[in-house]
């Protein structure tokens, strides 16, 4: 099938990976002529004729694909291509690295030249796990349980993964209704300090236990958020720690008890790094999960096929482009009452994102992964994102609230924290210079409760953020479908 909007293309894939096959097939069913060369060296390669670049990281090689980035904005021209930068779908193989491009911007020569689009196989295989299979209403009494077998570095994408969009509209009702990320490995206590530690503002305000089936006393730790108690919870993400294999009785037992649950929505999700073992693990769970028909996923990297149209990169645009309506009309051009964007302009859309720092980028785009599961939680399907509809105003306050919970655990895993008591005291008492200099030092004055909101200098709250979003869902998924296909 031809796809509208990468026709006539030019594209060079570098790199020796097993994805390289499917990328060269995408291209050249829409019509694109594909180059493609194995080894990350310059050459004689003439790179002002491409408008695309899939780079290949392969093994150890992440940080030779950036200095081949480097190389590569050191000729490109953008006169040659009326100032439009190269476009490259960067795969590299650490998560670590994947992280630090989230959160820092490549050097300018780089950003200036080239629109860097990084990702894992892992990352990718993640996104296409579904929790809430059935959708979660604010009346819903069911929660979302993810099972993940391993502590690696599969089972830790996956679950941070999840954490980023298994956000749900009942916890604004019911507060123990959170979202359950269970990991499941032998020595779990040990592995998972390493992974506390590397997301330790995030763990710092969660509930998590650390759980040994095999002794008397079972659970080895019992962790509780921060401010419980002196504040409203504001994580709907819960974890826990089992240190068993995946044939231990009495993970087996636990396993057959959560498949009967009907108040849980369970997904397993078997994360080894070896495919076959993935298989071997999932063929003695007990009968009971495939009886309920519940989903296992075996992490497979043959099963991932990326994207070159983008898609979710397209709907970020749009979320992007709200928010920066959303401060024009009701912060800078304030006429009394929350104004909510009608329409997007797809060229300033594309112009406002051009410049946009990589950590904003990532904010957009892990927004952009909660508004399927936003629009279902509201009675809307996929099947219905080309309608455009108005939304109640009570469902617009709820998914606000959903989106603020979901910005927190962002910010929790992007190394924000909240106030201490003392610093809260401090900006409140010169939220203009203050709150923008605690800010500066990832201590983050809007991390709290929605319900807890404070005005900032303006004399409004990061609210109206969330309700303009919210408001904007069915233009914003509108938008995406007819744009569907188009270049990213």
Not at 37 to 58: H, P, T, V, Y
Not at 323 to 348: H, K, L, M, P
Not at 422 to 432: S, T
Not at 434 to 443: D, H, L, N, P
Request: proline share 3%.
């Amino acid at each position: 099938m031809v796809r509208i909007g990468i026709v006539d293309k030019n594209i060079i894939i570098m790199g020796k990976h097993s994805v390289a096959d499917s990328l060269m097939r995408q291209f050249e069913n829409a019509g694109c002529a594909v180059k493609r060369q194995e080894k990350l060296i310059q050459g004689d390669i003439n790179f002002n004729c491409f408008d695309e670049l899939c780079l290949l990281s392969e093994g150890g090689m992440d940080n030779k694909a950036v200095a081949l980035l480097r190389a590569i904005a050191d000729v490109y021209n953008l006169a040659v291509h009326k100032g439009k930068k190269l476009l490259c779908h960067l795969l590299v193989q650490h998560r670590d690295v994947l992280q630090n491009m989230q959160t820092c911007d490549l050097v300018s020569t780089i950003k200036q030249k080239i629109d860097v689009y990084p990702f894992t196989i892992e990352e990718i295989w993640s996104r296409s796990i579904v929790l809430d299979y059935e959708p979660i209403t604010i009346h819903s009494n069911k929660h979302v349980h993810l099972v993940i077998f391993g502590m690696g570095e599969v089972a830790e994408t996956v679950a941070i993964q999840a954490a980023h969009i298994a956000h749900y509209p009942n916890y604004v009702r019911n507060h123990s209704l959170r979202t359950r990320i269970t990991m499941i490995s032998e020595n779990v206590e040990t592995l998972s300090e390493g992974f506390i530690k590397r997301y330790l503002h995030l763990f710092n305000n969660s509930f998590y236990r650390v759980v040994k089936p095999s002794e008397e006393k079972m659970v080895e730790l019992f962790h509780r958020p921060m401010y419980e108690g002196r504040r409203e919870d504001f994580v709907d993400v819960e974890w826990e720690f089992v240190d068993a294999e995946s044939w231990n009785p009495d993970v087996r037992e636990k396993l057959k008890q959560w498949a009967q649950d009907d108040k849980q929505l369970l997904t397993l999700v078997m994360a080894d790094r070896d495919p076959d073992k993935n298989v071997a693990m999932s063929l003695f769970l007990p009968d009971e999960l495939y009886k309920r028909s519940i989903p296992i996923h075996k992490y497979n990297p043959k099963d991932v096929e990326y994207d070159v149209t983008m898609p979710l990169i397209q709907m970020a645009k749009n979320v992007n482009y709200i928010y920066s309506q959303c401060y024009n009309d009701n912060f800078e051009n304030w006429q009394g009452q929350i104004q909510t964007s009608v329409e997007i302009d797809r060229a300033e859309r594309d112009k406002l994102w051009a410049d946009l720092s990589n950590v904003k980028r990532w904010s957009c785009i892990y927004n952009a992964m909660t508004i399927p599961l936003k629009m279902r939680s509201i009675g809307l399907g996929e099947d219905d994102w080309d309608k455009f509809y108005d939304i109640s105003q009570q469902d617009i306050e709820i998914l606000a609230q959903v989106e603020h919970n979901r910005w927190n655990v962002e910010e929790l895993i992007l190394g924000y924290r909240p106030c201490s008591d003392e610093e809260q005291n401090k900006i409140a008492a010169d939220v203009e210079t203050q709150k923008g200099a605690f800010k500066a030092r990832k201590i983050h004055y809007d991390l709290r409760a929605y319900n807890d909101l404070r005005p900032d200098k303006t004399g409004k709250s990061a609210k109206v953020y969330d309700l303009c979003l919210s408001a904007a869902l069915p233009l914003i998924a509108k938008t995406f479908v007819e744009g569907k296909g188009g270049e990213a």
